[in-house]
């Protein structure tokens, strides 16, 4: 499955290489990035989160997507060196204590609940203290759930795989991974594309203050 869920999207992105506008989730996280910071994007695509990002702070961006076709051609494109993008498995992907902000938009439904939860893991170790983990994701009220072969655990696979997102189960698996939740919101409304108004879960995670013993 992996592989061909790497070609829907690669062969999705040769055909939408520009988006001039950014997500409104990207605009919603904006004010929460200050300057000379860093931030890892999980599941860029073609990168117009990353370049709005870029745009409007000072700040280093490490960009990861499976699709090593889309990376080598905004690799070539970017005319900032502060971007970086990196052909990986975000699931796997671990920095220690290395990123002030940890970005996801519409990629924690592209994986399995086991890679949520390996993800939501390695996001917590490579975020500094007090490191902001940014999530918006499919809801199970969104009106594409139910479409296409259903494989169980609210999956489904139509052109490509999706697995709607329950948000307590979410914010659950995040709190064991030792984030405090500072934002949680499901609603339409938030995520609207031409005729689309799907119903989806914006997150905010935050990794708190180390304990200190004297
Ligand atoms: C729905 S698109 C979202 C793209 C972008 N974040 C946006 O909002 O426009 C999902 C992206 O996640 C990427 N993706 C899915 N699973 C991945 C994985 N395990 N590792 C890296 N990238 C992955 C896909 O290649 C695709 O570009």
Redesign the pocket.
Known sequence: MEIE??NY?ESF?AKNRF?DTP?P?GTFVLPFIQEGTNLL??????A??AFYFIEHRNIQITA????GE?IAFLNEKKEDLNMVFEA????SYRKVEAYDYVY????LH??SVD?EKRTLQNAFDSLKTEGLFFVEVRSTNDELYGKGKSIGNHQFITDHYRRFIVMEEMIENAINCGFKVLYNIQSKGLARYNTKDPEVIRLIFQKGSRLTSS
């Open positions: 869920e790497k999207w992105y988006f997500s989730f994007e999980l599941g860029c695509g073609n117009r989160d990861l997507d499976q699709c889309e990986a498995d975000f699931t996801s938009r519409f990629t592209s994986v890679d």
